[in-house]
């Protein structure tokens, strides 16, 4: 009897966590940190506020939508054509690098937990197109450390506004990542546009879906079900 109620309650919990498990099918995700920036903040210069931070790039202060983190349809909100208010005022709407630096460098987010990663939405802010990064490489990783990354993609992120686009508000340019799973995401900037001597960064987001559940925890569920329903028919049996 201790062996089946020991085995009873042991299934249960696996069902348990299997049924509960979140069902985010290409669902848009704010990172929730950046732990390592080798580039920098923009701080007391011009007015601007004596300390700045990464804040602005992913709590969705400039954009036109909002949406809920970890809930909210991808594609659908894509769709939507959200745009992010642009540089003006620049500080809280967005990321801005060190006046007068190397603007390239690498940052480290944090998405909380391990997914699939997608797609990554960036939205410009520079007021002028000059100061949007430019050159970037993508990498995922399971641990903190980035010890085993894994590429993901490079691209360029097209200059915005120039002759050709509108400026401000400005849509989102969605990067088709190759598909990876991990909890945080390195953006290394290789280059920018090289105006105002800074690199800026509207708002980041990610196309995630939860990490599929290993088969055998599923079989082993049904074979703890089988094993609990076939000692019950046998209590049954022998009662009768």
């Known amino acids: 009897m201790i062996c089946f109620a020991r085995l009873r309650s042991t299934a249960a919990a696996l069902a348990l966590v299997l049924l509960t498990q979140p069902a985010l099918?290409?669902?848009?995700?704010?990172?929730?940190?950046?732990?390592?920036?080798?580039?920098?903040?923009?701080?007391?210069?011009?007015?601007?506020?004596?300390?700045?931070?990464?804040?602005?790039?992913?709590?969705?202060?400039?954009?036109?939508?909002?949406?809920?983190?970890?809930?909210?349809?991808?594609?659908?909100?894509?769709?939507?054509?959200?745009t992010h208010i642009g540089g003006t005022p620049e500080i809280g709407n967005g990321w801005i690098s060190p006046a007068y630096c190397p603007c390239t460098g690498t940052l480290d987010f944090d998405l909380g937990a391990n997914y699939s990663i997608k797609q990554m939405a960036l939205w410009n802010m520079a007021a002028n197109s000059g100061a949007n990064v430019a050159e970037i490489n993508l990498y995922s990783s399971k641990t903190a450390d980035f010890a085993?990354?894994?590429?993901?993609?490079?691209?360029?992120?097209?200059?915005?506004?120039?002759?050709?686009?509108?400026?401000?508000?400005?849509?989102?340019?969605?990067?088709?990542?190759?598909?990876?799973?991990?909890?945080?995401?390195?953006?290394?900037?290789?280059?920018?546009?090289?105006?105002?001597?800074?690199?800026?960064?509207?708002?980041?987001?990610?196309?995630?879906?939860?990490?599929?559940?290993?088969?055998?925890?599923?079989?082993?569920?049904a074979a703890s079900f089988g094993i609990l329903s076939a000692g019950r028919q046998r209590q049954i049996t022998a009662l009768n």
């Open 148 to 221: 085993a990354p894994t590429a993901i993609g490079l691209f360029t992120n097209p200059e915005m506004p120039d002759d050709n686009r509108p400026r401000a508000p400005y849509p989102a340019t969605v990067f088709d990542l190759d598909d990876s799973v991990g909890r945080y995401v390195r953006l290394q900037i290789n280059s920018y546009y090289e105006a105002y001597l800074v690199s800026e960064i509207g708002e980041i987001a990610f196309d995630v879906s939860a990490v599929p559940r290993p088969p055998m925890l599923w079989l082993f569920a």
């Open 25 to 82: 099918a290409g669902t848009i995700l704010s990172p929730i940190a950046v732990l390592n920036n080798t580039i920098g903040n923009y701080k007391g210069i011009a007015g601007f506020p004596e300390d700045t931070d990464e804040t602005p790039m992913f709590n969705q202060s400039g954009l036109s939508l909002g949406f809920t983190s970890g809930v909210t349809d991808f594609a659908a909100y894509i769709a939507s054509k959200p």
